[in-house]
């Protein structure tokens, strides 16, 4: 490679953060299997406890396969750093912990990940952390809830259940007016289809459990800085930020550390004390899993566009909502947003309602019926029955998750088995 050439994202996808190992050569990132370091002496101990040298101290905040994988992780999204940590969730909460004080405000879009909505709607309030909830595809709702609190605002960029497109670059215009950071969710899309930073977002966040993992083998998630929001020049004090630290000799986070003061404030704040690390066997098979992510998502979305295909026109159905598909509200964005496809995640709904839904979803052989979503085996769930279980009707519905809806999550097996085995389940539920 000559030293001018940008590198292309299948090739930061395998190399991005990683070289041989210095001291055995070895050639695939090792996992790191302690928990803690030694110091050189007693002046690099010190420096490393004030922030004035990088390095490890202790697994529960840094860890050399994690960095790794941050590393690339930031790669792929365009940010200037990241932090990894134990799963998505951690990663949302140690987000939010960076940037809101007791009584804060932030507004969601509600076409959410269901355990999102729940941690924004519960656990969060035990922080003083106030959800506003807007419409995900009216992007004006969010200009409507903006308040003196407001200090965020999140969204997803492809939305749970599936089938949604979000416009981040409208959005995003409403977070730059209101002076407050744009956070995305980029789970469902994965930076193979979109890169939220180039549509204006400035905090990234991924659960990795799902298609940067790619295999359902291990949680993990995390959060990448794009190092775009100007947190000193900002409307609102971020404390965590701007303010003196006194457990870092009244270091201020934002000053010191520039473009990235986001991922390390969350790092040195939030992990430190709340404590979410990732296990540095998780970071390594994560890390094994994202050197395929380009080819697995081109299998991904070709499946699942042979799907969606296939079952709008089956007379068992009602309806398919995927973006991939021309009769989608959401074709246009999803070619603007995510031009080299819609990802893997779908709904559609049986013409039979709740009961052929639940029948459906007991016929199907190679399909497995769990809570997840992004693996490379094709997985299928009824969300009203059980990941939006938690939420009230009318919560269900704006999240997309009626009675009815089956949502799919296809896998890279051979299309014709994936629609045989979607064919031989509505044979079964007429
Ligand atoms: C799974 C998921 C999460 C939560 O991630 P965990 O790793 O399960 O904690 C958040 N957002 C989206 C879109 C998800 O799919």
């Known amino acids: 490679m000559s030293e001018a050439r940008e590198p292309g994202f299948a090739t930061l996808a395998v190399h991005a953060g990683a070289a041989p190992d210095p001291s055995t050569g070895a050639r695939i990132t090792p996992i790191y299997q302690t928990s803690s370091y030694v110091f050189n002496d007693a002046d690099h101990a010190a420096a490393l406890f004030g922030l004035e040298a990088f390095g490890n101290i202790y697994t529960r905040m840094m860890n050399p396969t994690q960095a790794v994988l941050e590393a690339r992780v930031a790669a792929l999204e365009g940010g200037t750093a990241a932090l990894a940590v134990a799963s998505g969730h951690a990663a949302q909460l140690l987000t939010f912990h960076t940037l809101l004080e007791p009584g804060d405000e932030f507004i969601a879009g509600r076409q959410l990940y269901g355990g999102s909505i729940n941690q924004f709607n519960h656990a969060f309030k035990k922080f003083g952390w106030n959800v506003v909830w807007a419409d995900g595809t009216d992007p004006h709702s969010f200009e409507r809830a903006v308040t003196d609190r407001t200090r965020a605002i999140f969204i997803e960029s492809v939305a749970n259940p599936g089938g949604i497109v979000i416009d981040i670059a409208a959005i995003s215009a409403i977070a730059r007016k209101a002076g407050v950071p744009l956070i995305v969710d980029n789970t469902l899309a994965s930076p193979y289809l979109c890169r939220p930073k180039d549509h204006g977002a400035d905090i990234v966040l991924h659960s990795l459990t799902k298609f940067l993992g790619g295999h359902g083998n291990s949680i993990g998630g995390i959060l990448v800085d794009c190092g775009t929001f100007d947190w000193l020049g900002a409307r609102h004090r971020y404390k965590t930020l701007v303010e003196?630290?006194?457990?870092?000799?009244?270091?201020?986070?934002?000053?010191?550390?520039?473009?990235?003061?986001?991922?390390?404030?969350?790092?040195?704040?939030?992990?430190?004390?709340?404590?979410?690390?990732?296990?540095?066997?998780?970071?390594?098979?994560?890390?094994?899993?994202?050197e395929t992510l380009p080819l697995r998502m081109q299998r991904h979305c070709e499946n699942a566009l042979a799907a969606a295909r296939h079952l709008e026109t089956h007379p068992a159905v009602a309806w398919v909502n995927y973006a991939g598909l021309e009769s989608s509200t959401y074709h246009a964005l999803c070619r603007r947003i995510c031009p080299k496809g819609?990802?893997?995640?779908?709904?559609?709904?049986?013409?039979?309602?709740?009961?052929?839904?639940?029948a459906f979803v007991a016929k199907l052989k190679m399909f497995s019926h769990l809570a997840n979503i992004g693996d490379t085996r094709s997985?299928?769930?009824?969300?009203?029955?059980?990941?939006?279980?938690?939420?009230?009707?009318?919560?269900?519905?704006?999240?997309?998750?009626?009675?009815?809806?089956?949502?799919?999550?296809?896998?890279?097996?051979d299309v014709a088995d994936i629609i045989a085995d979607l064919d031989q389940a509505l044979a079964a539920v007429g």
């Open 244 to 290: 003196p630290n006194l457990s870092y000799g009244g270091m201020k986070l934002a000053e010191t550390f520039g473009n990235i003061s986001f991922a390390i404030a969350a790092r040195v704040m939030g992990l430190r004390d709340l404590g979410p690390a990732i296990a540095p066997m998780n970071a390594f098979l994560i890390l094994t899993g994202i």
């Open 342 to 358: 819609a990802g893997a995640v779908f709904t559609f709904g049986l013409k039979g309602g709740y009961d052929a839904g639940v």
């Open 379 to 413: 997985l299928v769930i009824h969300p009203a029955s059980t990941t939006h279980r938690q939420l009230t009707d009318a919560q269900r519905v704006a999240a997309g998750a009626g009675p009815d809806v089956v949502r799919l999550s296809i896998g890279i097996e």
